[in-house]
């Protein structure tokens, strides 16, 4: 990642070689040197980074990203808002905003941020990716098909660009080709959930019950916790006649649901 580090420091920004720089890239390498899943342990440490040097925008890209995993979308947005003010250059800070700011439906403001990171990062499929999210969620689809296609292009073997465009083709009630693009994302990325979820709403409009209840077992094997998979099994086993299985299936979702 392009950091200030690497370019024109801001007035008062220490360089990379002061005292200041060198204790923050300790606890960057102390940082990267936790668990991964030890956020808590990332977390300190990149603050203490960001303490050591203010301007050090490695340390809150890092820290951003620890956040996002974590779930703490708030603090993400403002470590990757740092980042982008430190070092206007960096793609993927931009590509990490606008990512979540499309989670939180403010579509205008993620498009613009993913807009940026496409023109810093033009190679990247999972940008594009992104990209085509933001747009599928404000019924762009057009441009979302366009920027699944060029993922596709970029990266053939990305299973994340067919699964957009097949979400695509089902919002155009173009079924078939919804099925053959979730196909292909399973065939890359055989533990996709939501692939199966999704195929399996096709195969139903299909009457395709055999292979809808076999992508909907798969679907809570993969998501034991889901209750989505469970509600839409039980529903084709009532339509298979199986009221048994059904039952199972609701007392099993509300179950979950109580949780």
Sequence with gaps: MSTA??????DGAPTPTSAKRVEALAFVEQANRCDTKNLKCRVSAFTKAVDADAYFAEAYYGRG???RADGENERAIA???KVIELDPRSGQAFFNRGSLLAGKMNLSAAIADLDKAVELLPSAA?????????HLRARHYGLALADFNKSIELDAKFSEGYY???SVAFLRNDIA???EGYSKSIQLSPDMPTAYLNRAKCFIIQEKNAEALADLTKFIDLQPLDVQGYEARA???DKLGEKEKAEADRLKAFELRKR
Excluded at 5 to 10: D, H, L, S
Excluded at 126 to 134: D, Y
């Design 5 to 10: 580090a690497a370019g024109q420091a801001p």
């Design 65 to 67: 990203v620890t956040y």
């Design 79 to 81: 470590d990757f808002t």
């Design 126 to 134: 999972p940008v594009f990716v992104a990209r085509g999210n933001a």
């Design 164 to 166: 957009g465009k097949a």
């Design 177 to 179: 080709s919804a099925i």
């Design 235 to 237: 529903d084709l086993y």
